[in-house]
């Protein structure tokens, strides 16, 4: 077989282990983004696992169930509960929006008159609009098709997330149970492609990783624990369902918790609960978003050094890329990715061969 033969079978090869490339990338990238917080997920926990399967006596496959549907209940779960109560308030909203509409809304309180310049103006348009019901409608009707749709969207895409999200819960059990394997494979691809400083590159990678889910995840679930706790305390319905929700927006910093407990504060107030209300205002900027300013920071630094605004980018730009588990995935990758280029680029470069000059 001369040269010129084997050339042409090299190319073939190489053509052809590109098109399988291409294939297997075609077929997973639907997965990406759920095979990617998997990923993620089984890592950052992988220590509770590793307890977990020593306290079974080594059976792997049982304690990666265990781990998957510990995963299930505290990710899985929530998010269920938070779309099943979404779509009973829009329907719940949709109905007075309708019984407002055909009867008319009551008449302002007393206090809204009061407001410094703006007070006796506000009055007055609400007096208007509760008294004539057809200007009501007339002025509420562009917006229900579109309200109509946001609701639609909003619900569409909780249930992507959801989606997403069991699937990456159920790609954990085949992490967890083949994870040594798998991670020796990594190390072995890593050494191969950055040499001696393969481990410590994974290393810091795996501290990134770690510090990063803990202070974005840890601090979110605590503000969800306390802002629940003001909840019940000032005696609202849905506590659970409304720390839930504190929680995932807790994600959006700065402002995603105040989204929450606002409203709630200013209802409070409308409703003449001044006291409850005040509490609230004082509960909700002091605890549960200054927490924010403590733990977050406390928990990232441990390892990373990962400012406000490429947590803030990580966010939207992981929400924009992969939905609802963008929210996760971005500031990681982000996180990830400045940790490994500020070690390559603070590594000081090899002297120059004095025999090469």
Known sequence: ?????????????????????IGCAVVLLPFASSLMWAVILTFSTWPVYAWLEHRLGGRASLAALLMTLLLATALVLPMVLVGTSLADDARTVFDIVRTYAAGGLPGPPGWVAQIP?????????????AAN?????????????????????????????????????VATFFLYRD?????QRLRTLVHRLAGDRA???LKVAGDTIISVVYGLIGTALVQGLLAALGFWL??????????????????????GPPLVWGPVAAWLLYDGQHGWGIFMLVWGGLVVSGVDNLLKPYLISRGSDMGLLLVF??????LLAFGFLGIFLGPTLLAVGYALLREWSTQPTEPADPNDA
């Open 234 to 255: 000032v005696g609202l319905d849905k506590v659970l369902f409304l720390g839930i929700l504190t929680a995932v927006l807790a994600l959006l910093p700065p402002l």
């Open 179 to 183: 994870g040594r394997f798998a991670a």
């Open 117 to 129: 310049l703006l007070g006796a103006e506000i009055a007055r348009s609400w007096s208007e609009l």
């Open 313 to 318: 980018l990580g966010v939207i730009g992981g």
């Open 1 to 21: 077989m001369n040269g010129s033969t084997r050339r042409i079978e090299a190319g073939f090869g190489i053509a052809a282990l590109s098109l399988l490339a």
């Open 199 to 201: 481990h410590h590159l």
């Open 133 to 169: 019901t057809g200007t009501l409608v007339e002025l509420l009707a562009p917006y229900m098709s579109a309200l109509r749709d946001t609701v639609l969207a909003a619900t569409a895409s909780v249930g992507r997330g959801l989606l997403e999200l069991t699937l990456s819960v």
